[in-house]
């Protein structure tokens, strides 16, 4: 992304202590997600008992909380290399080289004689959700001709055995930031519309920089490419030349 355009925040993993306080092992362990999920869904649950014998027998029994409950993130991400910039040293040919990196957390360590899951922090601008990976799934969506994984959607879930008050992240507004992605004024970006059904893959195609959409979409603030809305203003000359590569 260039200097003039405004920063997009990326949702990444983190790795905690034991104590789910700290994040521990940032350079090897953390993770930056290559495009932000579309949506997060958080489910809470209580665990209810009925009294046997309590409360009016005439009408319901009176109900009786147990345990602390649990709370559960669900997350779907995608991955992909395709379009890279030809030549670039950093350049990653299977998908499955981005997706360990989620599968890492996953993974249990041997601690002493048990094997435990690591713990785990999902963290995207004041969103902050602590807990272990339950589960994961990966569906490899497009292949090259050698047999290759190019792309690929991980969806999983992160759970906490208990129900807490929402926590609020601390962020900082971006600065430096400029009216369009390209950092011109209002008016002098050449703003694409987006016709319906249409993706962030294409219409870089269509103005010959097919390899440069990822850097599109992210100079853009464009979460998901392959869902436009009708009508969005896309500036297809912002983020040209830099993929988004981790």
Not at 9 to 15: G, I, R, T
Not at 41 to 44: E, L, M, R, T
Not at 216 to 219: G, K, L, T
């Given at each position: 992304?260039?200097?003039?355009?405004?920063p997009l925040?990326?949702?990444?993993?983190?790795?905690l202590?034991?104590?789910?306080?700290h994040?521990?092992?940032?350079?090897?362990?953390?993770?930056?997600?290559?495009f932000n999920?579309?949506t997060l869904?958080?489910?809470?649950a209580?665990?209810v008992?009925?009294?046997?014998?309590?409360?009016?027998?005439?009408?319901?029994?009176?109900?009786?909380?147990v345990?602390?409950?649990?709370?559960k993130?669900?997350v779907?991400l995608?991955f992909?290399?395709t379009?890279q910039?030809?030549?670039a040293s950093?350049a990653?040919?299977?998908?499955?080289?981005?997706?360990?990196?989620?599968a890492?957390?996953?993974?249990p360590?041997?601690?002493?004689?048990k094997?435990v899951p690591?713990?785990?922090r999902f963290?995207w601008g004041?969103?902050?959700?602590?807990?272990i990976m339950?589960?994961?799934?990966?569906?490899?969506?497009?292949?090259?001709?050698e047999?290759?994984p190019?792309?690929a959607?991980?969806?999983?879930s992160?759970s906490?055995?208990?129900i807490?008050?929402?926590?609020?992240?601390?962020?900082?507004?971006?600065?430096?930031?400029s009216p369009?992605?390209s950092g011109?004024?209002?008016?002098?970006?050449?703003?694409?519309?987006?016709?319906e059904?249409?993706?962030?893959?294409?219409?870089?195609?269509?103005e010959?920089?097919?390899?440069?959409w990822?850097g599109?979409?992210?100079?853009n603030?464009?979460?998901n490419p392959?869902?436009l809305a009708?009508?969005?203003?896309?500036?297809?000359?912002?983020g040209?030349n830099?993929?988004?590569?981790?």
């Open positions: 992304m260039s200097d003039d355009a405004t925040a990326k949702a990444k993993l983190l790795q202590d034991s104590n789910f306080e994040p521990i092992d940032e350079q090897t362990t953390s993770t930056v997600v290559q999920p579309e869904k958080v489910a809470y209580n665990q008992q009925q009294p046997s014998g309590g409360g009016d027998q005439r009408g319901t029994p009176a109900q009786q909380f345990g602390a409950g649990t709370t993130l669900s779907q995608w992909d290399v379009g910039p030809e030549g950093d990653v040919e299977d998908v499955r080289k981005l997706t360990a990196k989620v890492f957390f996953i993974t360590k041997k601690e002493g004689d094997f690591p713990a785990v963290l004041s969103f902050q959700f602590d807990g339950e589960s994961m799934e990966e569906s490899l969506e497009l292949f090259s001709a047999g290759l190019l792309r959607s991980v969806s999983f992160l906490q055995q208990k807490t008050a929402f926590v609020f992240a601390p962020t900082q507004p971006p600065a430096g930031a369009n992605p011109k004024g209002a008016g002098e970006a050449p703003m694409k519309s987006a016709p059904g249409s993706t962030v893959q294409g219409l870089a195609s269509n010959g920089k097919g390899a440069s990822q599109i979409a992210s100079a603030g464009i979460e392959r869902r009708p009508g969005q203003l896309i500036d297809l000359q912002a040209v830099i993929g988004v590569r981790r």
